[in-house]
């Protein structure tokens, strides 16, 4: 008699190397964290040094496996080299979390060209640049794989004063689709997971006041995310054998 799948093994990800961008702080420390207590070597990439040699210890304390890369991921030059240092420590990466990112307010009549790219830099075109190293190096190795973008509920809404920010998620939903098609074929699987409202350092001052408070009202679980809320989301979308046929999805994980 067949037997169904045990969750433990569904949701393993023994043998795997994940890369997370922004990993000093955040989505990325806990997406860290959860990926590493699952089984996963961790690379953890972001500009702030200390803060990574910080989370790295952490994650080896509590018996996990995770180097710190300090690297700007808009450079194309330096997300190549971590990369490569990534797998000089772990072997071919075979998760890529690109979630740094950044959140720009501002009116569209009054947005300046600066201000609009700042958000599309961080927000677009790393994660393009990441997903195309961590995709030549997951077939060059014969290995398949999962890159998942953090992308924002505003991918499929839009807020007064955040055009630029929610552009730039759209789109960053958009491009998981279109390199989901075009990598399938090769094994390798692209999605992007949506948050909605959970407070990181980005965005704590207006979440955690008022605001933050009106918006909780609004949603039909009446409260905000927790980031231990994207866990269960995060290894579906990661783990080989629990998404294994899950590409070019929006998850959205966002109380209702």
């Known amino acids: 008699m067949e037997t169904g ?63 710190a890369i300090a690297a700007d991921v808009t450079d194309e030059a330096a997300l190549t080299g971590a990369f490569e240092a990534a797998e000089a420590a772990f072997g071919t990466v075979t998760i890529l979390v690109a979630n740094a990112g950044t959140a720009i307010s501002g009116r569209v009549t009054e947005l300046t060209q600066a201000q609009w790219r700042a958000p599309m830099a961080l927000n677009l075109d790393a994660p393009l640049m990441a997903a195309q190293i961590a995709a030549r190096r997951m077939i060059a190795a014969g290995r398949k794989g999962s890159i998942i973008m953090t992308a ?30 075009e990598l399938g074929p090769r094994g390798v699987r692209v999605n992007a997971l949506a948050p909605g409202y959970v ?32 866990d ?12 294994a046929w899950i590409t070019g999805t929006l998850l959205v994980a966002d109380g209702g």
């Open 5 to 67: 799948a045990r969750a433990q093994e569904l949701f393993s990800l023994a043998g795997e190397t994940a890369l997370i961008t922004g990993a000093s702080s955040g989505f990325g420390a806990r997406f860290a964290r959860t990926l590493a207590a699952n089984g996963a070597r961790v690379a953890l990439v972001a500009r702030r040094r200390e803060r990574l040699e910080e989370l790295a210890a952490e994650i080896e304390a509590a018996g996990g496996h995770a180097v």
């Open 199 to 230: 407070a990181t350092e980005l965005n704590s001052d207006y979440l955690n006041g008022p605001a933050g408070e009106a918006v909780a009202k609004r949603l039909p679980m009446r409260r905000l995310g927790r980031a231990e809320d994207l």
């Open 152 to 181: 924002s509920i505003t991918a499929e809404m839009t807020e007064r004063g955040m055009a630029a920010y929610t552009t730039s998620k759209a789109a960053l939903a958009h491009l998981a689709k279109a390199m989901a098609l």
């Open 232 to 243: 269960g989301a995060l290894l579906l979308l990661a783990a080989p054998r629990a998404g």
